[in-house]
């Protein structure tokens, strides 16, 4: 597992999400797991190149497909609009790393892994701290 990178904000909000669970499934331990291995920084210290919450990524596929992808909270998944849950396997996959990650997750037919190709928009970049 490679080291990944979190905003104390977004931690906070993750592992309050957690606690609420009445159980935690695979995605969820393994998420967990991450987050207690982060290297947890202040929201504007956060590296340009890392994805957070609420940040839209282009991802390549081992077959040279592109995808565009924003992960976000539970609430706010919609596939249609390419939204995708932070509880989702590819979800939980996304958050912290970098550019140029390799980014493996769970599919029905075994492990699949795409690329982090570009960021193309993360909040904190943007300057909002909080969303």
């Known amino acids: 597992m490679a ?21 935690l499934d695979e995605y969820d331990k393994t ?3 991450e987050l207690k291995i982060a290297q947890v920084v202040e929201p504007q210290e956060i590296p340009n190149d890392i994805i957070t919450m609420n940040s839209k990524c282009l991802l390549k596929d081992d077959d040279g497909s592109d995808w ?3 992960l976000v909270f539970p609430e706010d998944a ?11 396997p590819i979800g939980g996959s996304l958050i912290g790393n970098k550019v140029g990650s390799a980014v493996t997750f769970p599919s029905p037919k ?6 982090l190709m570009d960021i193309l928009y993360q909040p904190e970049r943007s300057g909002h701290m909080d969303v």
């Open 31 to 33: 998420l967990l797991t």
């Open 68 to 70: 565009e992808y924003t």
């Open 3 to 23: 080291k990944i990178f979190i905003t104390k904000f977004d931690k906070d909000r993750l592992m309050t999400l957690l606690d609420k669970k009445l159980r």
């Open 78 to 88: 919609d596939y249609e609009q390419d939204k995708i849950s932070i509880l989702s």
């Open 110 to 115: 075994g492990s699949h892994e795409m690329t």
